[in-house]
C-alpha cells in the first residue's frame, strides 16, 4: 500500500504541541513534528493518526485550517480564580464534553417523555441567609438534620447523599478517568468536581481520583449551585479556601452546615474538651470521625468559631493534603469488581433511562454504549446489577 502525505497546517501542530506536555511523544515523534513545521519533511496519515491518539486530540482536528476555538463555559465559574486554567488539560476537555452529550441525552429523554421541570432547581436563586438555604436543601432532599448517624463512614456518608440526589432527579456521575482510558487520570490538582445546573437534568460530576472526605464535600458543594441554580467549577486544590469568588463564601458555609450542624459541632466540641488531655487537633480528629466527614471541614468550622488558631488549621489542612499524596489510588477506581466499578460511575437513573429508551425503540445499543463508556457485555452487567430485569 502506497505511503500517503497529508497537508497539515503548522498553525494546527502548534496549537497541537501548546495543548500537550511534549515529553509525552518521545524523541522520534517530537523530530518528526519538528520537520513538518519546519517544511523538511511531510507527515504520512498514519504519522497523524499516531499523533492524535498520543495527544489525545480529535483526528479530524488535524485538518482544520485553523486551530479550533474550544469554548468551555463551565471554566468561568471556576470556584478559585487564582488557579489558572487557560490551557485546561485534554483529559478535562473531553470529560466536560462527554458529561454535557449526557445531560443533552436525559434533558431531551425527560423532555419528550413529558417530565415536569425540577423545581428545586435554582429555587434559592436570590437567597442570602444560610439557614434559610440549609432548610429549603433538607426538605427537598428529605435530608435529617442528623443523617451522620445513618452512616458507617465517609464512604458510606458519600452513597447516602448521592442516593438522596438521584432519588430527587440530579444526575450524578464519577471518575477518576477520562471515560475508560485508564492511561488518562484525571488530577485533582486540576479540579475536584463540577455542576452544570438545568431544569430538566442538572448534572454533578465527582472526581475519582480525590479522597472520600473531599469527595463528600464535594457532592453537597456541588447540589448546593444546583439548588442556586448556577454551574459552578469546583477546583479549590487544598481545602484553604485562598481567592475564592464572594457567592463561593456562601456555598462553604451551606455545605459545612448541612455536613455538620452548628449546634451539634459546638455541643461534641464541649464534650471531647472535657476529656483530659485531648488537644485541638485531636478533638478535630474524633469530630471528623463523628460526623463521617474530613477533617478540614471540622477545622474550618473550628477555625471560624475561634476555637483554633489559624495556624492548627494550617497544620490540619497539611496532614490532609499529606494524606492524600501518600494514598493517591482510590480503591474505587482501582480495585474490587469491574462491573461494580464501572457501575458506581453512572448514575443509576442514567442507565435505567437509557434502557427503557432502547425498549422503546427511541435509542440504539451503539448509542448507548458510547454514553456509558462501556460495551455489550458490560452494559447489560450493569442494568442487570442495577435491577434491570424488573424494570
Known amino acids: ?59 479530524g482536528y488535524f485538518f482544520l485550517e485553523k486551530p479550533p476555538v474550544e469554548e468551555l463555559k463551565l471554566l468561568e465559574f471556576r470556584t478559585v480564580d487564582s488557579i489558572e486554567l487557560t490551557n485546561p488539560s485534554r483529559n478535562l476537555i473531553d470529560t466536560i464534553y462527554e458529561m454535557e452529550q449526557v445531560q443533552d441525552w436525559m434533558k431531551n429523554y425527560r423532555r419528550d417523555l413529558g417530565y415536569e421541570k425540577l423545581s428545586f432547581v435554582g429555587s434559592v436563586k436570590d437567597e442570602r441567609d ?29 452513597h447516602y447523599i448521592r442516593n438522596l440526589l438521584e432519588e430527587c432527579g440530579v444526575l450524578v456521575m464519577i471518575n477518576g478517568i477520562c471515560g475508560k482510558n485508564t492511561h488518562r487520570p484525571l488530577q485533582v490538582n486540576e479540579f475536584r468536581a463540577f455542576a452544570m445546573a438545568d431544569k430538566y437534568a442538572p448534572l454533578i460530576f465527582i472526581n475519582g481520583a480525590d479522597s472520600q472526605g473531599a469527595k463528600l464535600f464535594s457532592i453537597i458543594h456541588e447540589a448546593v449551585h444546583i439548588w442556586i441554580g448556577e454551574d459552578d467549577f469546583y477546583n479549590d486544590r487544598y481545602w484553604k479556601g485562598k481567592g475564592i469568588r464572594p457567592e463561593e463564601v456562601l456555598c462553604n458555609r451551606v455545605t459545612a452546615e448541612l455536613l455538620v450542624p452548628e449546634q451539634a459541632f459546638h455541643d461534641r466540641w464541649i464534650i471531647e474538651m472535657e476529656e483530659e488531655g485531648k488537644d485541638s487537633i485531636q478533638i478535630i480528629h474524633k469530630l471528623a470521625k463523628h460526623f463521617r466527614c474530613g477533617e478540614s471541614v471540622i477545622a474550618r468550622k473550628a477555625l471560624d468559631s475561634g476555637k483554633i488558631r489559624k495556624v492548627t488549621y494550617d497544620v490540619v489542612i497539611g496532614n490532609a493534603i499529606d494524606k492524600y499524596n501518600k494514598s ?53 452487567r450493569i442494568v442487570q446489577n442495577l435491577g434491570g430485569a424488573d424494570w
Open 1 to 59: 500500500m502506497p505511503t500517503i502525505n497529508v497537508n497539515i497546517q503548522p498553525e494546527i501542530l502548534t496549537w497541537v504541541l501548546d495543548q500537550i506536555q511534549k515529553e509525552k511523544l518521545g524523541e522520534k515523534l517530537l523530530s518528526n513534528v519538528s520537520q513538518w513545521l519546519n517544511g523538511s519533511k511531510a507527515p504520512t496519515f498514519s504519522q497523524i493518526e499516531d499523533l492524535s491518539r498520543r495527544t489525545e486530540i480529535p483526528l
Open 328 to 380: 493517591r489510588s482510590d480503591k474505587e477506581e482501582t480495585g474490587g469488581n469491574y462491573y461494580n466499578t464501572m457501575g458506581s460511575r453512572l448514575d443509576k437513573n442514567f442507565v435505567r433511562a437509557l434502557w427503557e429508551s432502547i425498549q422503546m425503540g427511541r435509542t440504539s445499543y451503539g448509542e448507548a454504549y458510547h454514553l456509558t463508556n462501556t460495551n455489550r457485555k458490560t452494559f447489560s
Open 130 to 158: 444560610i439557614k434559610t438555604v440549609v432548610e429549603r436543601i433538607r426538605k427537598d432532599l428529605g435530608l435529617p438534620v442528623d443523617w451522620h448517624k445513618a452512616c458507617n463512614d465517609k464512604r458510606t456518608a458519600f
